[in-house]
């Protein structure tokens, strides 16, 4: 698996025109480098990533605010095949240094001759748009199957500078600084439990140490939901783990059901898991980050669920609860605020339309929260029947106004005779909480995904 680069030739290809805003250092997601964040959608049943550009107007659609990519476009890696899942987890960062960031692909099933399955690939950004091809990785070893589950870029060891790191489905693997073009290294210390299989990893700074700490997530041995946390820096990596989560019941813990913020303003990142399938109804569980990490003394977790004060919404069977969760500041006062999807919610009677909740966070973590869902006066659309409104979420600043905005996928909304052809709506942030004056959505047909069967556009939002 060699580096590829290639011109991106189509217009399609290009990204808008930098303005004259430079994209700081390690900006993890302003591809263009015109000083606003871009939302990203994985859509791996169509093997496909969409890339909508923000501005001062929020993000939209066309090619002049668009881009959607396949292994057939001009330039990018490999060739689209069926069980490829190209966008079943994306991430991004400035891997090559030149103040643009990345996009980061994974696509855990790609078949690979003479490796197990499994790739990964990095799409060079730029002012003049992803013309510049990619590289992609393969499998460091034959036992890595499902190479590129999951991927982070963030500072592993303390350097300041960003490190590729990749998960398979039973293995953790880690690049030198920048581009890895060395073999992947891996950890000092084997510390993954035996039988667990790894659906993703989130980097972050959950501690007072150098490097940033990892949260790996997916299933243990009995086909729980499962959640560790490892530690960074300089020093053994691997050493430094402890278990936060094993659940009870089999309920997979999936790139949408993991998040990152600084939720109470001590200046780390505090961790949210979703469980849909735990007690009645789902639930949510944050662990706050402290000097010392994630899951010392002093410092539980806390759980909450639609029958907890202050959550909207009944805590009722089927409700899918923390079917995904997202942390953003959507006020701008400092303190992250957390949405968590229920796609099964029923809504005036209407099973599975789904709902997102949006909980408030403060100097005392979450507090009271507000719903939206598509009976929300000024949401576009109707509620309807298996929709899954609230199946992924995003919060980030699209429109450089200070403030998060709330991305929502509908895996389920059907456009016309297609079924599951998916969907994405954008909540504004304010100083007053979300509105929906200005709400945008837009769905697969928009982006030319429309021939695949069940395309479930907004699967993952990053």
């Given at each position: 698996m060699a580096a590829c680069a290639g011109a991106l030739a189509v217009a399609g290809l290009a990204l808008p025109m930098a303005g004259s805003a430079?994209?700081?250092?390690?900006?993890?997601?302003?591809?263009?480098?015109?000083?606003?964040?871009?939302?990203?959608?994985?859509?791996?049943?169509?093997?496909?990533?969409?890339?909508?550009?923000?501005?001062?107007?929020?993000?939209?659609?066309?090619?002049?605010?668009?881009?959607?990519l396949t292994q057939n476009s001009p330039g990018v890696p490999g060739a689209l095949e069926p069980e490829d899942e190209f966008g079943e987890n994306v991430t991004g960062g400035d891997v090559n240094s030149d103040g643009y960031a990345d996009l980061i692909v994974g696509a855990p099933g790609e078949?690979?001759?003479?490796?197990?399955?499994?790739?990964?690939?990095?799409?060079?950004?730029?002012?003049?748009?992803?013309?510049?091809?990619g590289m992609v990785l393969g499998a460091p070893t034959a036992e890595d199957v499902r190479f590129g589950e999951g991927?982070?870029?963030?500072?592993?060891?303390?350097?300041?500078?960003?490190?590729?790191?990749?998960?398979?489905?039973?293995?953790?693997?880690?690049?030198?600084?920048?581009?890895?073009?060395?073999?992947?290294?891996?950890?000092?210390?084997?510390?993954?439990?035996a039988g667990v299989r790894l659906d993703g990893v989130l980097g972050a700074h959950f501690s007072n140490?150098?490097?940033?700490?990892?949260?790996?997530?997916?299933?243990?041995?009995?086909?729980?939901?499962?959640?560790?946390?490892?530690?960074?820096?300089?020093?053994?990596?691997?050493?430094?783990?402890r278990p936060l989560l094993q659940g009870a019941v089999s309920d997979v813990i999936t790139e949408p059901r993991v998040a990152a913020g600084d939720i109470d303003g001590n200046g780390y990142s505090d961790l949210v898991l979703g469980e849909p399938g735990a007690g009645t109804?789902?639930?949510?569980?944050?662990?706050?980050?402290?000097?010392?990490?994630?899951?010392?003394?002093?410092a539980p977790s806390r759980s909450y669920s639609q029958a907890s004060t202050g959550v909207p919404g009944a805590d009722e069977p089927?409700?899918?609860?923390?079917?995904?969760?997202?942390?953003?500041?959507?006020?701008?006062?400092?303190?992250?605020?957390?949405?968590?999807?229920?796609?099964?919610?029923?809504?005036?009677?209407?099973?599975?339309?789904?709902?997102?909740?949006?909980?408030?966070?403060?100097?005392?973590?979450?507090?009271r929260g507000t719903s939206w869902h598509q009976a929300t006066p000024g949401v576009p659309g109707a509620a309807e029947t298996d929709d899954a409104f609230g199946s992924a979420v995003r919060l980030k600043d699209v429109n450089g106004?200070?403030?998060?905005?709330?991305?929502?996928?509908?895996?389920?909304?059907?456009?016309?005779?297609?079924?599951?052809?998916?969907?994405?709506?954008?909540?504004?942030?304010?100083?007053?909480?979300?509105?929906?004056?200005?709400a945008?959505?837009?769905?697969?047909?928009?982006f030319g995904l429309g021939g695949t069967a069940y395309p479930a556009f907004g699967t993952l939002l990053r």
């Open positions: 430079v994209a700081a250092p390690g900006t993890k997601d302003d591809f263009n480098g015109d000083g606003y964040r871009d939302l990203v959608v994985g859509t791996p049943k169509a093997n496909a990533v969409t890339v909508t550009f923000g501005s001062s107007s929020g993000v939209g659609t066309g090619s002049a605010r668009s881009v959607t078949k690979v001759d003479g490796r197990a399955e499994g790739s990964l690939t990095i799409l060079w950004g730029g002012a003049r748009g992803f013309r510049t091809g991927a982070s870029f963030v500072d592993l060891d303390g350097d300041d500078h960003g490190n590729l790191v990749v998960v398979s489905e039973n293995r953790f693997w880690w690049y030198a600084d920048g581009v890895p073009d060395k073999p992947a290294i891996a950890p000092e210390v084997d510390f993954l439990p140490g150098s490097g940033s700490d990892y949260v790996l997530h997916g299933t243990d041995a009995a086909g729980h939901g499962f959640a560790g946390y490892l530690r960074g820096g300089a020093g053994d990596i691997g050493y430094y783990y109804g789902g639930r949510i569980t944050v662990w706050p980050g402290t000097d010392r990490g994630l899951g010392v003394d002093g089927g409700d899918g609860f923390g079917g995904s969760v997202a942390a953003g500041d959507v006020t701008g006062d400092g303190y992250a605020d957390v949405a968590v999807g229920a796609p099964g919610e029923t809504v005036d009677g209407v099973k599975g339309v789904g709902d997102v909740v949006l909980l408030k966070g403060s100097a005392s973590g979450l507090g106004n200070g403030r998060a905005d709330l991305a929502i996928g509908a895996t389920g909304e059907d456009i016309g005779t297609a079924r599951d052809t998916g969907a994405v709506w954008v909540l504004r942030g304010t100083t007053s909480g979300l509105t929906t004056s200005y945008a959505s837009f769905n697969a047909l928009d």
